[in-house]
């Protein structure tokens, strides 16, 4: 396993959400296997981001009667693709988020898209997609840093998950949270 990640990837991690409007995350077995099933839960309800699993996964990635869950990617590089679309960011947390198979044409991250990547194996991040900010580290220690660092609170939000409202517990500005933390 890679070195958990603190200090300035943790940082820049944090400036990136936060300058993130539609922020998604993609979780994965690595994810749970270090044991960052609740920090992910708490790292999604304190951005009211939604998230997708990795398209194959052995273990619950995240609960599935959370209103944040929006299922597993799909395995065809169009579907991964429209499931992204909305998105301006996408964090992935120990996830293979970008598995095609069988191999389908096309591009699975559509374009404008920027994507952050935590994973324990360092070789990882970048290898199918470029991403903005790749860490070799521990997801779930990255989950739970980014969790614990100071922010800017507001009041609490109302966004829509599958067409429900949901009540955010409070909205995140994480934005400048790393000047914060001195």
Known sequence: R??????VSLGAL??????????VLVVGDELVRSDGLAAAVELAE?????????????????????????????????????ALAAYDRVLVLGADAFLVYPYTPGAAVPPGVELLQVHPDAAQPGRTHAVALGVGGDPARAARGLTALPRKRAPPVTRTSAGFP?????????????????
Not at 56 to 71: A, D, K, T, Y
């Open 2 to 7: 890679g070195e958990p990640p603190v200090g």
């Open 14 to 23: 944090c400036d990136r959400l936060g300058g993130s409007e539609r922020p």
């Open 46 to 82: 304190l951005l009211g981001a939604p998230v997708h699993g990795q398209p194959l996964n052995s273990l619950l990635v995240f609960p599935s009667s959370h209103p944040l869950w929006r299922g597993p990617l799909p395995f065809a590089a169009a579907g991964i693709n429209a």
């Open 166 to 182: 949901i009540q955010v517990r409070e909205q995140t500005v994480i934005r400048g949270a790393r000047q914060a933390a001195g």
